[in-house]
């Protein structure tokens, strides 16, 4: 089942009753498709207007993103690398927007200090989450049928602020 995901360059996966198209850039890791569409079947429950891959009129284009009436983000998510600069020029600019950072298959505590240090003295009304996928998760949470089943009790997260 992984290998065929890998290889595909268009991916249409379901969760929760929804359904998006994920698409694989040439410069782009198999690993960051898969880690985009477990982010939005994460979160869809929460978030059911959630898309992903949709600029939203900033300088940073998020992975998954749910707006808000007035086109502010409510949610926001980034699948892999994310520096801290990037991190703390959205956290003040987006106060009470739900941030999350998924990565492949990694410790958060190295993460959770960058993310930290991005927060302090920024004075904030949402969450920002941190979740660590499993090695397997393709093969864990994504079905022959191309659904996803994946909850937070499923894989290592930790929230903050």
Do not use: C
Request: hydrophobic fraction near 40%; charged fraction near 30%; avoid cysteine.
């Amino acid at each position: 089942m992984t290998s065929e995901l890998y290889l595909r360059r268009k991916l249409t996966l379901r969760a929760h009753g929804k359904q998006v198209v994920f698409v694989k850039k040439s410069n782009e890791r198999p690993e960051h498709v898969i880690m985009k569409a477990l982010l939005w079947a994460l979160y869809l429950p929460r978030y059911p207007q959630m898309g992903v891959e949709i600029a939203i009129g900033d300088r940073y284009k998020p992975d998954v993103v749910q707006l808000d009436e007035r086109g502010n983000p409510q949610f926001w998510g980034e699948a892999g690398e994310v520096g801290e600069d990037k991190i703390r020029s959205l956290v003040k600019r987006f106060r009470g927007t739900h941030f999350v950072v998924a990565r492949w298959h990694t410790r958060l505590d190295s993460l959770a200090d960058i993310v930290r240090d991005a927060l302090d003295g920024v004075k904030r009304s949402a969450p920002f989450d941190l979740v660590s996928l499993p090695d397997d998760s393709a093969d864990r949470f994504i079905d022959d049928g191309r659904d996803i089943h994946i909850t937070l009790n499923d894989v290592e997260w930790m929230r903050l602020g």
